[in-house]
């Protein structure tokens, strides 16, 4: 007799609608694809993570069963279907609030996979008795232990608490001291909810004591929008607030080139960038100062290097090249500063002589800048920080013997406006003393490429104004001494008037 070799199983091939289309024959996906991507699309599931995570679709429709108003509902009479041991506690938790959080929804479903021989029969039990008109004697749930280790050092006991009594209360309060921990715990949890308020929370309380971690929590969750509210408060109040405080030591580097390198950049002028750029590397170096140093003490502390090799060539030094690249040194114009630069030793030779040459060349040709090509990247910078009790605020300011005054006015509660304008070194209060070693040009008019920009806040979301770059000429009688004024409607306050400009070539 002659022996028949065993055929192997086929695949099942099921009718599925009108269309006979293929279908899996086993659980989880008892449906055929194109059905299962149109079920993931009406539940805004992403389908190519169901086919890799079947159990993403089950916990998907439990959610949709338990409605949002279960929470703040007291749940009375009602034994726990789960003890959760975590972090050396034991949590009871409830069945409707399990499932908003995908990670306890999924140990679960393993806990019912372990006890059941078919755990998807299982699940759809649940389903059925969460449906209107099932009595509480028909859940099926049993009660069982489900075990979760963190290693996060983050998610301590108090912020794990705070994330489960989100699970049952909607507007429980986050502390801005433990938020970093509930947004640790709800990403553990998968609690997609309860992150996002965190990430608000988070977006909302910026200040120079909480911006580093705030700023690392979003790079390490891959938070994009609050990277970016980190990196745009941080343009406003590097000059002005952080680079005031201790905490400015603990600005990542890779924060600070960005901020450096963005054109928003908010500062009072160029040498005040400057400082708060060397305070921040002397606070690196001397990690053990618990106050604020003074300017001097930092001016000591790099003029005590031997004077064969500026810092910045020095190993020690090497690194930091990208982040004071950044600065527009050829911006820095007073004799004063630049001897300065030249005390401390910290830039290359080399580039002192460029800035020291840009400044002759624009001397020689009354002021013309050749060496700034793109106002953006390169233009000279002024600031005005226009606060609550000001009506008017302004700053003289003065390059290559032209003096200019940059101006902010308040006309009313909402309604201010910015621009500047040349004036006569005549004019100022005390120019013989101020202004001793100035040079001062008598041309009648000076040829300028400006912008004015003002930034501030409403309710936790920037507000941008801008002119448009404009080129005019400067007299010195109006109205050709006056720029376009940009005029601007806000509630925001402080407003960061920004002022840059380049002497266009005559």
């Given at each position: 007799?002659?022996m ?7 695949l099942?091939?099921?009718?599925a ?6 279908r899996?024959p086993?659980q989880?996906?008892?449906?055929d694809?194109?059905?299962?991507s149109q079920m993931c699309k009406?539940?805004n599931?992403?389908?190519d993570e169901?086919l ?11 959610q ?15 034994e726990?279907d ?13 069945q409707?609030q ?8 999924k ?5 019912l996979?372990?006890?059941n021989?078919?755990?998807?029969k299982?699940?759809?039990k ?6 209107p008109g099932?009595?509480?004697?028909q859940?099926?749930v049993?009660k069982?232990?489900?075990s ?12 794990f608490a705070t994330?489960?009594?989100n699970l ?11 938020v970093?921990?509930?947004l640790?715990?709800?990403h553990?949890l ?7 308020r965190?990430?608000t929370?988070m977006m909302?309380?910026l200040?120079p004591?909480?911006i ?16 970016t ?7 406003m109040?590097l ?8 905490h400015?030591?603990k600005i990542?580097k890779?924060?600070?080139h960005?901020v ?10 160029e040498?005040h960038?400057?400082k708060?750029?060397?305070l921040w ?8 100062t ?5 300017y ?14 500026a810092?910045l060539?020095?190993d ?8 004071f690249?950044?600065?527009r ?9 630049l001897?300065e ?5 910290f830039f290359p030779?080399?580039w002192?002589?460029?800035v020291?040459?840009?400044h002759y060349h ?8 050749a ?6 990247t390169?233009?000279v910078r002024f600031?005005?920080l ?10 003289v300011i ?7 005054e940059?101006k902010?006015?308040k006309?009313?509660?909402t ?7 040349r ?7 005390c120019?013989?003393?101020v ?7 008598l ?8 912008e004015?920009?003002?930034?501030t806040?409403?309710?936790?979301k920037?507000?941008?104004f801008?002119?448009n770059?404009?080129?005019q000429?400067f ?5 050709s001494?006056?720029?376009?004024a ?15 400009f380049?002497?266009?070539l005559?």
């Amino acid at each position: 007799m002659k022996m028949l070799n065993p055929q192997k199983p086929r695949l099942e091939r099921r009718i599925a609608g009108s269309t006979n289309r293929w279908r899996f024959p086993r659980q989880p996906f008892s449906g055929d694809l194109l059905g299962l991507s149109q079920m993931c699309k009406a539940a805004n599931i992403d389908f190519d993570e169901v086919l890799k995570n079947p159990d993403r679709l089950c916990i998907s429709q439990i959610q949709k069963i338990f409605p949002e108003n279960l929470k703040n509902k007291t749940i009375q009479s009602r034994e726990a279907d789960v003890v959760l041991e975590c972090l050396g506690f034991k949590w009871e938790l409830h069945q409707p609030q399990l499932f908003q959080s995908e990670t306890l929804a999924k140990l679960y479903l393993m806990g019912l996979a372990r006890g059941n021989a078919n755990p998807e029969k299982e699940s759809v039990k649940i389903l059925q008795a969460q449906q209107p008109g099932r009595s509480r004697e028909q859940r099926p749930v049993k009660k069982m232990i489900l075990s979760l280790k963190i290693n996060d050092p983050l998610v301590t006991r108090e912020a794990f608490a705070t994330a489960l009594k989100n699970l049952y209360m909607r507007e429980v309060k986050i502390c801005l001291d433990d938020v970093l921990g509930v947004l640790a715990a709800a990403h553990i949890l998968q609690f997609g909810s309860l992150f996002q308020r965190c990430v608000t929370v988070m977006m909302s309380g910026l200040t120079p004591s909480t911006i580093k971690n705030f700023y690392l929590a979003g790079c390490k969750y891959k938070e994009e929008p609050l990277t970016t509210a980190c990196e745009k408060w941080m343009e406003m109040n590097l000059v002005p607030l952080v680079g005031t405080q201790i905490h400015l030591r603990k600005i990542p580097k890779e924060l600070l080139h960005k901020v450096l390198k963005s054109p928003r950049l908010f500062t009072f002028s160029e040498f005040h960038l400057l400082k708060t750029l060397l305070l921040w590397v002397y606070l690196q170096l001397n990690n053990k100062t618990q106050t604020f140093p003074m300017y001097q003490t930092v001016l000591m502390f790099f003029s005590s290097f031997p004077k064969n090799c500026a810092f910045l060539d020095r190993d020690v030094g090497q690194n930091l090249i990208p982040l004071f690249l950044c600065l527009r040194l050829h911006s820095i114009t007073k004799g004063k500063d630049l001897e300065e630069l030249r005390h401390i030793n910290f830039f290359p030779e080399s580039w002192l002589v460029r800035v020291t040459a840009n400044h002759y060349h624009a001397l020689e040709n009354g002021g013309d800048m050749a060496h700034v090509k793109d106002l953006s990247t390169q233009a000279v910078r002024f600031g005005l920080l226009f606060n609550q009790e000001y009506t008017t605020h302004s700053k003289v300011i003065t390059l290559y013997g032209f003096f200019f005054e940059i101006k902010g006015i308040k006309h009313d509660t909402t309604s201010y406006s910015f621009h500047m304008q040349r004036i006569r070194h005549t004019d100022l209060e005390c120019a013989s003393t101020v202004y001793e070693n100035t040079p001062i040009s008598l041309r009648a008019e000076r040829l300028v490429t400006y912008e004015i920009r003002a930034q501030t806040t409403v309710d936790g979301k920037w507000q941008e104004f801008r002119t448009n770059q404009i080129t005019q000429k400067f007299g010195l009688a109006e109205p050709s001494c006056k720029s376009h004024a940009l005029k601007i409607q806000t509630v925001g306050i402080p407003i960061y008037a920004s002022f840059s400009f380049v002497f266009s070539l005559s």
